[in-house]
């Protein structure tokens, strides 16, 4: 026989950057975290405005905690219904809660509660959109192209953090915070159609088959979350994917019938990871990552710039050399499609970075501290890309969901309780060694990388 039969997730097709169905997601993907984007800005500025700062401050906060206590839920939720018809029904539901308090706030002043509710809306929203987005690149496109998706999609949020600011700044200038938040609707709802008329793909052969090589029991594998299940609720879900909307519904799509209940769904996927020899170890380095890298970025860096003088401006030209580096991380990883020894880059990249964010509470100047936070960006934005895409390709599409919610939990639920707890330690000890502490937590992420064989030995397809 000359002929040799391909998986369909597994075909040989366009580079994800030329291929037209990956260009729809991207665009859709872009669009919904610009309207993030504008929608927090609209939120900070009705907040302050109906309220006092403690008030503002609460209202802002809120969303974190159905975040932080839903998100496990939601990647089973992901795994049971298909990431795009979750992707799709979260897009619409934020959307109608947005124009909903843009014309309460058009036609009265309410007060804060709409402002406090709408914010919990968006955080048990966002407790199933973001599991759903990190499963949806391996439904549409083949798995030596997750790499490159994963940095397109940074760009992605580089573009979104960049554009997000001005805009939602611009539609409070010209019709204060409801035109903001009618803005942030629209733009989230021009996610819809276009992810509606993405094609998605059938789970790879080869990634079922990494289930044995994880060390987890293909039966239980099937068992726990072989498809996105008949559970209540899935055919009015379903319609969305209708062939009738112009999108091709593959066997990724459509739902069979199965036993579990979702308690066991999260059970059998937290199982999984367990198991598995690269993904435990991988969740490890990217949570030491995050717990040593969000305080010094974030509430440390303004407490630095305070302390050293350099002003809001300073500040500013820091957090720009941060995004600059990171952009350029993602815009590598877009170009070359996937980098060589994916698990050793990442270690080092991580010990590296820990070392430059050592290093930014003990520079002499704006100037140089930019360039340390370009490298600091550069190297987190690299290590983040490959560990992002190594989840992608590591995990079995069936898993994908769940995994990204245990990843987006370390990185939304846990890594930001690092903030307080840093800025109290500044108060206490100082910048350099608040910011030395977190660089060595930071580096701990790289050592598990480097001295875990096979997160070590990883590869990205290709």
């Known amino acids: 026989m000359t002929s040799t039969l391909i998986a369909p997730g597994t075909a040989i097709g366009k580079p994800a950057h030329r291929d037209p169905n990956v260009l729809r997601w991207l665009a859709a993907y872009a669009s919904s975290m610009v309207g993030d984007s504008v929608y927090y800005i609209a939120l900070s500025w009705a907040a302050v405005q109906q309220g006092s700062p403690a008030q503002a401050g609460a209202v802002m906060a809120v969303s974190a905690v159905p975040r932080a206590l839903l998100m496990l839920g939601g990647g089973v939720i992901a ?3 298909g990431p795009r018809r979750v992707v799709i029904g979260s897009d619409l539901v934020r959307c109608a809660a947005g124009l909903s308090v843009a014309a309460l706030l058009f036609l009265t002043s309410p007060g804060l509660w709409p402002l406090a509710l709408l914010a919990v809306v968006f955080g048990t929203v966002d407790a199933v959109f973001m599991p759903a987005v990190g499963a949806l690149p391996a439904r549409v496109t083949t798995r030596d192209q997750l790499a490159r998706v994963q940095g397109m999609r940074g760009l992605a949020i580089r573009f979104a953090n960049v554009v997000g600011g001005p805009l939602g700044g611009l539609a409070v200038a010209l019709g204060g915070a409801a035109a903001a938040f009618g803005l942030a609707g629209l733009l989230i709802a021009v996610s819809v159609p276009l992810l509606i008329s993405v094609r998605m793909r ?8 990494e289930l044995g090589a994880s060390g987890v029991d293909a039966g239980d594998a099937g068992k726990g979350a072989g498809g996105r299940g008949a559970a209540p609720g899935a055919a009015v879900l379903g319609a969305l994917d209708s062939e009738a909307s112009g999108a091709t519904e593959t066997a990724a799509d459509k739902a069979p019938a199965r036993a579990t209940t979702p308690l066991g769904d999260l059970q059998a996927g937290l199982r999984y990871i367990r198991a598995h020899r690269v993904l435990a170890p991988l969740m490890l380095a990217i949570a030491l990552g995050d717990l040593g890298f969000v305080g010094p ?3 440390g860096l303004t407490l630095l710039a305070d302390e050293r003088g350099w002003g809001a401006s300073g500040m500013g030209w820091v ?13 590598l990883l877009t170009v070359r499609g996937r980098l060589p020894h994916a698990g050793h880059v990442a270690g080092w990249a991580i010990l590296a ?13 704006v100037l140089a501290a930019v360039g340390v936070a370009l490298l600091v960006g550069l190297l987190a934005g690299l290590s983040g890309a490959l560990c992002g895409a190594l989840l992608q390709t590591q995990a079995d599409p069936a898993y994908l969901g769940r995994v990204t919610a245990v990843s987006s939990l370390v990185s939304l639920g846990f890594a930001p309780l690092s903030m307080p707890l840093s800025a109290a330690a500044i108060g206490a000890w100082g910048t350099g060694p608040v910011f030395v502490g977190s660089a060595a937590v930071c580096g701990l992420g790289g050592v598990v990388a480097l001295c875990v064989r096979d997160l070590r ?5 290709g």
């Open 297 to 299: 970025l974030n509430v």
């Open 319 to 331: 957090l720009s050399g941060f995004g600059v580096g990171a952009g350029a991380a993602a815009l």
């Open 457 to 461: 030995r990883a590869e990205l397809p």
């Open 353 to 365: 970075g820990s070392v430059a964010i050592g290093a930014l509470a003990f520079v002499p100047g």
């Open 202 to 209: 059938e789970p790879a052969v080869d990634d079922k088959a």
């Open 79 to 81: 795994d049971r219904f």
